[in-house]
T-cell receptor
Framework: GAVVSQHPSRVICKSGTSVKIECRSL??????MFWYRQFPKQSLMLMAT?????????EQGVEKDKFLINHASLTLSTLTVTSAHPEDSSFYIC?????????????????FGPGTRLTVL | QQQVKQSPQSLIVQKGGISIINCAYE??????FPWYQQFPGKGPALLIA?????SEKKEGRFTISFNKSAKQFSLHIMDSQPGDSATYFC????????????FGTGTRLKVLA
């Protein structure tokens, strides 16, 4: 259990286009999801916290108009990179926190998706 | 206050040896400390986690040692195998509030066959 999927796994786009990445919790509900960005050989950098039914909370320095987040249901959050540029090329990873925090999972454990490799030409 | 310092940055261990990765935190409000394993091109996967009410937790070959007074915790991988070669991240979090993780900088482990 506790599987998180991301789609697509890889995407290549031209500069100036927008790209949408989906994050789904497959076997649990998640009120809270997180979006991270990871550059090669670096740690995960939190971009934003996505809460179902409300606006996302962005970390300092992350442009909310560039990285649009929608968490329309308890199992789906989307990240749209608008007007992508080569410097937006990165590995984007989402995670989800089970809503119930029940006996199966410990506390605020985050379950991570497999990541999406974005390359902007 | 929000940093988690992780060391070493990289580690090479012989097969069958013990791999030890250390982390230190500053914020005493943190009360959940997970370790994640990440293979290239993949998302992180939870290995093992600990709360401050215990000093050690063991799951298979993986052990977390926790020192609350020193604000340090470490991951020990016993009988290290080539398949353990990956990047390991420690993290710290509060179990109330935003559930945000503060990640360490990562340790690239290579286990030689």
């Amino acid at each position: 259990g506790a599987v998180v999927s991301q789609h697509p796994s890889r995407v290549i786009c031209k500069s100036g286009t927008s790209v949408k990445i989906e994050c789904r919790s497959l076997d649990f509900q998640a009120t809270t999801m997180f979006w991270y960005r990871q550059f090669p050989k670096q740690s995960l950098m939190l971009m934003a916290t996505s809460n179902e039914g409300s606006k996302a909370t962005y970390e300092q320095g992350v442009e909310k108009d560039k990285f649009l987040i929608n968490h329309a249901s308890l199992t789906l959050s989307t990240l749209t990179v608008t007007s992508a540029h080569p410097e937006d090329s990165s590995f984007y990873i989402c995670s989800a926190v089970p809503t119930s925090g029940g006996a199966i999972w410990a506390y605020n454990e985050q379950f991570f998706g497999p990541g999406t490799r974005l390359t902007v030409l | 206050q929000q940093q988690v310092k992780q060391s070493p940055q990289s580690l090479i261990v012989q097969k069958g040896g013990i791999s030890i990765i250390n982390c230190a935190y500053e914020n005493t409000a943190f009360d959940y400390f997970p370790w994640y394993q990440q293979f290239p091109g993949k998302g992180p996967a939870l290995l093992i986690a600990i709360r401050p009410d215990v000093s050690e937790k063991k799951e298979g070959r993986f052990t977390i040692s926790f020192n609350k007074s020193a604000k340090q915790f470490s991951l020990h991988i016993m009988d290290s195998q080539p398949g353990d070669s990956a990047t390991y991240f420690c993290a710290a979090s509060k179990t109330s509030g935003t559930y945000k993780y503060i990640f360490g900088t990562g340790t690239r482990l290579k286990v030689l066959a």
